[in-house]
């Protein structure tokens, strides 16, 4: 193994997996504020391909142009799954189990609904093959240079907006607290709604470079959801700063093991038993601390 | 045997009716009394359905088709009956965010190697040569006994859960999925108990997945959807997670009317047989399980009736 197996695997890594961590942060953000685990958020990520493609398709409008449109409109949804569905689910006290189990219906709902709406061949965006740019001596589509940037510029907007605006410390103890937070006069309704949209926002823009860089099908996101999922339960107990670095270093990993096994399957096979096995033995340190 | 009165779609119909009840009944084991939600219910049906065909295919049998057939049926039941240990080990002591990475994580993982492994499985292109251990005539006739014997199966599974619903095995499953420590603090062992709730019902699901690939007769990785998973927890969400019976009234009232009735028996325009009504099938699958859930989380049947039962068992 030699540099430039180091330096290939970082750049593909971060340029070909930034949607997955990009993602990874609506995903949590949504996880980690609200508790929920959401498996439509998988369809938050298609439907941001779809409107992307054809936003882009039916108007002529360039990728750049269609990015940010497709990103607010799976937002605008991701918004409306929650009045439609979750908030009534709150209101109506379902358990957590419940809950899942509601999120992967509305997931199979969106998936097989969007069929209808967009047809069912596999669509392509219309977009001119991107300019390469060499990075450490690899070549780098300009589309996933920029998913780079807008990985990079949505982690420190959402950063910012959480940790040092007034909305983003209503967020905080609405997530800590939600009585007393109500209490000290915080609307939990539209603080909610915000996180609901942020999240669909970073899931939609994760769609639309999935879906530029192969095509955009049905699956788009819920093949990629079993990932993001890995990634937030894994890097999500460090908060958001845990998840990005979690995302870097999976999308490393994939990388370098698709480059060794010359097949991205057997990396992502490595990857769920790394993980899953992950997850045991920190339950099982876990216990352990709680025995003593 | 005279089966002109016999739809062929009647057929392949009742079996998928069949098949999805079967997984149901060992769902409602996991989810309905332990509450542990299995999203991996495809990954052990089709690791049965796999180890059971490239067994049955691709060994070299000194003897004739039936041992062959029913030593390979047994090692595609084995298979997923230690999957399932394995994954039960794995997951036992997470919350549900670890139970839905590992169930589902396993039913990828099963993906990812029918997909891989194309020496064994044939990969993206399938794997052939499955048949019936008999040929009685016709074609149709091969497939009317299949279902008969299928549906002897699923009965037995049935009796299975009917059984442990009567049992202090059943009472510790349901103890253990209301309060698990409080089931751990008077001394039940909490862990085995789920390990082997998962060894034997996904050790069923995989004995469910190799009698599937039978009846295809061709195994591919489509056949390893998310939506297997999905029919087999509409249909015990909608009958009564909590009730042995829901699986069998939630199969029939749902897969009974899409793979019988709109199949068979309502005049739909031909075209839309091809992708239309499929997508629409998973839609309203996805809309009872939300609908259910939200207002009716019990299902049909309602809440389990232990008093009742516990005073009929034992008096």
Known sequence: ?????????????L???????????GFALLYRLTGLINVAYSETITLGAYFGMWFNTTYDLNFYTVLLPAGIVAGLISVGTYFAVFRPAKKLNVGALEMIIISFGLSIVLRHALQFVFGYPVRFFEVPPPVSIRVLGVGVGAFRILAVASVAAVSLALYYFIQRTSFGLQIRALASDEDLAQASGIRPLFVTVLIWFIAGVA???????????????PLLGWRQFLFIFLVVVVGGRKGLGGVIITGALTGIALAAMTLQFGQVLYAQ???????VVLLKWRSKRSIETVKV | MNLEWLDAFLISGLFSVVVIIGLALLLHLQLGLTRIANFGVVGFFGIGMYSFGVMFTKVDWPF??????????AFGTLVAG??????GWLIADLDEDGVLVGTLGFATVVFILATTEQDLTGGALGLGGLKFPYDVGTVKADEFLWLIIVSIVVSLIFLYVWWVHRTPYGRLLIATGGNEPLARSLGKATFRTKLWLFAVGSAGMGLIG???????????????????????????VIGGTARAWGAVIGGFLIFGFFDI???????????WYGQAIPNAKLIVEGLVLMGVLLFRPLGILGAMQRDKLMRRVHG
């Open chain 1, 269 to 275: 096979l490595a990857l769920i038993i790394a993980f």
């Open chain 2, 261 to 271: 009735i709109v199949q068979s028996y309502i005049p739909f325009p031909k075209e």
């Open chain 1, 1 to 13: 193994m030699d540099l430039d197996f180091f330096s290939k695997s970082i750049v593909i890594g």
């Open chain 2, 64 to 73: 004739g088709d039936l041992p062959a057939f029913l030593i390979s049926l």
């Open chain 1, 15 to 25: 340029t070909e997996h930034a949607p997955l961590i990009l993602a990874a942060i």
């Open chain 2, 210 to 236: 190799a009698l599937f690939g039978v009846m295809e007769r061709f195994l591919a990785p489509e056949n390893l959807g998310i939506d297997v998973t999905l029919a087999a927890m509409v249909a015990l």
């Open chain 1, 203 to 217: 899931g939609g823009m994760a769609g639309a470079f999935y879906g530029v860089s192969s095509s955009v099908a």
């Open chain 2, 82 to 87: 230690l999957s399932g240990l394995l994954v």
